[in-house]
């Protein structure tokens, strides 16, 4: 696999750069590197939005992150809810940090024979965070609520 040169990765973070600036969409980059943070606030609620750009393994990965973690005697559930999520979904997945019940939905692609641009970003990006907004009501209720697995699963599939 051909590893893209120092100026091709910079010029993919920008194009994400450019995504969010149109937007105003504030952000920090993290230490000089390729990850830019920021959060979001969606109908159904606020999260943070990590962008990796993997250099070595020309990777984009989108994370958006549930701003509340999982207590420990609802994590059994909460794994049942997103691998119930997780066979709906066609792009990206939700996962649970076990040790501490970070709850996150991740997008990403190989980028390397692809021609990145901005409208691909924005699609990428914004499935992302449309899809952690539509789930977060009910990752919510249930680490809030009295609900079952299978009643936050039926919420879900009624969003």
């Known amino acids: 696999m051909k590893n893209l040169t120092k100026q091709e990765n910079y010029m993919q973070i920008n194009i994400v750069e450019d995504f969010l600036n149109r937007r105003d ?18 109908k159904n609620g606020t999260f943070q939005c990590i962008a990796d750009l993997v250099e070595n393994e020309n990777l984009f990965v989108f994370f958006s992150v549930c701003g509340v973690n ?5 994590k059994s559930d909460m794994t049942d809810l997103l691998n119930a999520i ?4 066609f792009f990206g997945n939700f996962q649970m940090d076990r040790a501490n019940g970070e709850v996150r939905y991740r997008t990403s692609v190989l980028y390397q024979n692809l021609n990145i641009n901005e409208s ?12 952690m907004d539509r789930c977060l009501p009910s990752i919510m209720n249930l680490i809030y609520g009295n ?12 969003a």
Do not use: H, Y
Request: net charge negative.
């Open 120 to 131: 691909f970003i924005e699609e990428l990006i914004m499935r992302n965070i449309v899809t």
């Open 25 to 42: 969409w504030q952000f920090t980059q993290l230490n000089d590197k390729n990850v830019l943070l920021f959060g979001i606030s969606g």
């Open 86 to 89: 997780n066979r709906g979904l």
């Open 147 to 158: 609900i079952s697995v299978d009643e936050a699963t039926q919420q879900v599939l009624e």
């Open 70 to 74: 999982v207590p420990s005697e609802k």
